[in-house]
Every structure is written in structure tokens, then in C-alpha cells.
């Protein structure tokens, strides 16, 4: 009997695991997306990327009543326990991610008819090839529960950050040149700070990779490497609805 519910209990974990790796695939599949929809203007990928974020979003309410009703039905202790609370981490973080991918296509579909200045969204590409490499790094972390590969992703987010800082006073830069390129440019700082906050969601999920390896958390502040005094304005995000 108690073999048999180990096993069931295992089957639970198992199933998770499964549904965090499909959401990731996904999350990090719209993040390309949404970025090469940006860069070609493709009004139609962004549509695309709108509606496949439903897709997230259920498998998001999928992982968190798997995880009540595993929490219910077994109450597990200690690292379990952790690996339960782990998935609805992350989980949390993907369907952000998501979110935010979707906000970067809205954008898409805003820009139609605007003018558009050569090469002002290679930066925002640039960014986002960063911040695409952590999601993969940090997803590959999470299937190898290997959180010294997460503390690396963590590590790299100020390397993030310095570049949100530098294409901001470059748009800028920009918009004070040439008063045409300020409604594009203010699409791509909602971008860009779009792309900026998916990174923060990767450093999350190796934040809560640490946590479930280890059974600790980072209290260290995350590695920053801008520390100037100027602080960019924060555009912050659309609205996730």
C-alpha cells in the first residue's frame, strides 16, 4: 500500500514537471515570436501570439490545482514540498512571461501606419537575445534541477539591466533628434521594458531553483552593472488582462 502511493505521489510530480516544461516551451516560444513580429511589423504573428497566450494561461490554472490537490491528498514534507511549491512558482513566472510577450505583440499592432526609422528596434533585438538565452538556460536549469546553472542565470541579470539603461538613452537620443521618431521610439521603450521584465522573470525561476535544490533562499541583492545616478524612467507594463 505505501509503495503504491509513493508511486502515485511520484506520477504527481512527474506530471508537473511535465506541465512546467510545456508552458516554458511555450512562454519562450512567444518571447521569439513576439520580438520577430516587432522587427518585420507582421500584424498577422502578432494576432497569432495574442491567442496562443490562452494557452499559457490554462496550463497555468492546470499546475496550480494539480499542486492543491497533490498538497491535499498527500501532504508532503521537506523537499516534496518544495518541488510543489516550486511548480506554482514558476508557473506564476511563465504565465507573466507570457503576459509579457503578449504586451510586445499589442504593440505590434499599435505601430501599423507609423513610421518607422531604420534599425531603431536593433536594440530592443539585441535585448531580447539575452534574455531569450537566460529563459532557455534557466528552463534547462529547472529539468536538471541543477541550481548551479540557475545562480549563473541569476548572476547575468545586470547585464540585462545595463542594456534596458543604454537603449533607453539611445531611443531617447533619438526622439530629441528628430521629433518623427518620438511615437515609434515610445512603442519600443514599452518593449524594451517588456523584454527587461521578462529577464527579471527568468532570474525569478533561478531564484526558485536555488530554493528547491538547496532548500535556501538568495538573499543576496541581484548583481547590478549600472550605477549611475541617472535612473531611466520606468514605463513599467500594459496590463495583463
Not at 511589423?41 to 502578432?46: S, Y
Not at 509579457?100 to 534599425?119: C, D, H, M, T, Y
Not at 534596458?164 to 538613452?169: G, I, K, M
Amino acid at each position: 500500500m505505501t509503495e503504491h502511493i509513493v508511486k502515485q505521489f511520484d506520477e504527481d510530480l512527474k506530471s508537473l514537471s511535465e506541465m512546467i516544461a510545456e508552458m516554458g516551451g511555450l512562454a519562450e516560444k512567444l518571447v521569439a515570436e513576439s520580438i520577430s513580429a516587432l522587427l518585420r511589423r507582421d500584424i498577422n504573428a502578432a494576432q497569432r501570439i495574442i491567442a496562443t497566450d490562452r494557452t499559457i494561461d490554462r496550463l497555468q490554472h492546470q499546475i496550480e490545482e494539480k499542486a492543491v490537490l497533490t498538497i491535499a491528498k498527500r501532504q508532503p514534507m521537506a523537499v516534496d514540498l518544495r518541488e510543489i511549491v516550486a511548480s506554482l512558482r514558476v508557473s506564476n513566472d511563465l504565465e507573466r512571461i507570457g503576459d509579457l510577450a503578449k504586451n510586445i505583440a499589442k504593440r505590434v499592432i499599435a505601430l501599423e501606419g507609423q513610421l518607422q526609422p531604420p534599425k531603431l528596434a536593433g536594440g530592443v533585438d539585441h535585448m531580447a537575445e539575452l534574455v531569450l538565452a537566460q529563459l532557455k538556460k534557466v528552463l534547462d536549469a529547472y529539468a536538471r534541477r541543477d541550481a548551479a546553472r540557475a545562480l549563473d542565470v541569476w548572476k547575468r541579470d545586470g547585464e540585462i539591466d545595463a542594456l534596458y539603461t543604454s537603449l533607453f538613452r539611445e531611443l531617447l537620443t533619438y526622439m530629441m533628434e528628430d521629433p518623427r521618431n518620438i511615437g515609434f521610439a515610445t512603442h519600443l521603450l514599452f518593449c524594451a521594458k517588456n523584454v527587461e521584465r521578462i529577464g527579471d522573470h527568468a532570474t525569478n525561476i533561478a531564484e526558485t531553483i536555488h530554493y528547491l535544490v538547496l532548500g535556501e533562499l538568495l538573499t543576496d541583492e541581484r548583481p547590478k552593472l549600472d550605477h549611475t545616478s541617472t535612473t531611466p524612467v520606468d514605463y513599467g507594463t500594459e496590463d495583463a488582462g
